[in-house]
């Protein structure tokens, strides 16, 4: 069983930064593709980034082109969010999900394991 725990997110001014980590635990996450997903209020959940086992980024929200990267630390059991000049909009709760393969889909009812979600919220 993999587990996945998210954390830091919080209250952020617009323009501002946050990087959210995605903590895997259970077993290797190397073998897993990995996908950020967001859920605004009254929103579906929808797919923001996924980076597969290759190491190849895919991005499915073109709001957060050029301002949002997924990557994986050294460790290689922590992946993380880089998230710049963020927006309102980008105000939800952020999960980390994870697959076995290599593939990336933006759709939830492809991935295997979830974390709790971290909350991000964007205003002044």
């Known amino acids: 069983q993999l587990q996945l725990v998210e954390s830091g997110g919080g209250l952020v001014q617009p323009g501002g930064s946050l990087r959210l980590s995605c903590a895997a635990s259970?077993?290797?996450?190397?073998?897993?593709?990995i996908g950020w997903f967001r859920q605004a209020p009254g929103k579906e959940r929808e797919g923001v980034l996924c980076?597969?086992?290759?190491?190849?980024?895919?991005n499915y929200a073109d709001s957060v082109k050029g301002r949002f990267t997924i990557s994986r630390g050294d460790a290689k059991n922590t992946m993380y969010l880089e998230m710049n000049s963020l927006k309102p909009e980008d105000t939800g709760v952020y999960y980390c999900?994870?697959?076995?393969?290599?593939?990336?889909?933006?759709?939830?009812?492809?991935?295997?394991?979830w974390g709790q979600g971290t909350q991000v919220t964007v205003s002044s």
């Open positions: 980076l597969s086992t290759s190491g190849g980024m895919t």
């Open positions: 259970g077993l290797s996450p190397d073998y897993y593709t």
């Open positions: 999900a994870a697959r076995r393969g290599s593939v990336c889909y933006p759709f939830r009812r492809f991935y295997d394991y």
